[in-house]
């Protein structure tokens, strides 16, 4: 009797086991109206003289339901245990955004602008 060995690629394991996160390429579509969000309320609203943790808080406040829902889509396909994983992981990272927007925003107002 023979016996053959079956060499099954990961990847169709790994697909098999349930659903995998979004590429990067699909993550970036997902927060797309994030970012712009973030980008335009920060645009609209820094002056340069506002103290920079009180613009970013503003920033990330006026995003906020924009953020909820890119979080709330990068998370659907994950069990109840991994999305609150991710959920929790996510805490405060609106204001790293917020922040970075600012940051550039200010930036490129002083003549230097950034990539």
């Given at each position: 009797?023979?016996?053959?060995?079956?060499?099954?690629?990961?990847?169709?394991?790994?697909?098999?086991?349930?659903?995998?996160f979004?590429?990067?390429?699909?993550?970036?579509?997902i927060?797309?109206?994030?970012?712009?969000c973030?980008?335009?309320?920060?645009?609209?609203?820094?002056?340069?003289?506002?103290?920079?943790?009180?613009?970013?808080?503003?920033?990330?406040?006026?995003?906020?339901s924009?953020?909820?829902?890119?979080?709330?889509?990068?998370s659907?396909?994950?069990?109840?245990?991994?999305?609150?994983?991710?959920?929790?992981?996510?805490?405060?990272?609106?204001?790293?955004?917020?922040?970075?927007?600012?940051?550039?925003?200010?930036?490129t107002?002083?003549?230097?602008?950034?990539?």
């Amino acid at each position: 009797m023979k016996r053959y060995i079956i060499v099954v690629p990961a990847y169709i394991l790994l697909a098999a086991a349930g659903p995998i996160f979004p590429t990067e390429e699909q993550q970036a579509k997902i927060g797309e109206p994030y970012y712009k969000c973030i980008k335009n309320a920060a645009e609209r609203t820094d002056d340069g003289r506002t103290d920079f943790q009180i613009e970013i808080k503003s920033v990330a406040k006026v995003c906020k339901s924009e953020f909820t829902k890119m979080i709330a889509i990068l998370s659907k396909d994950l069990s109840s245990k991994d999305r609150k994983a991710f959920e929790k992981s996510q805490f405060g990272r609106d204001l790293d955004y917020a922040a970075t927007a600012v940051g550039r925003v200010r930036a490129t107002k002083q003549g230097n602008p950034v990539p």
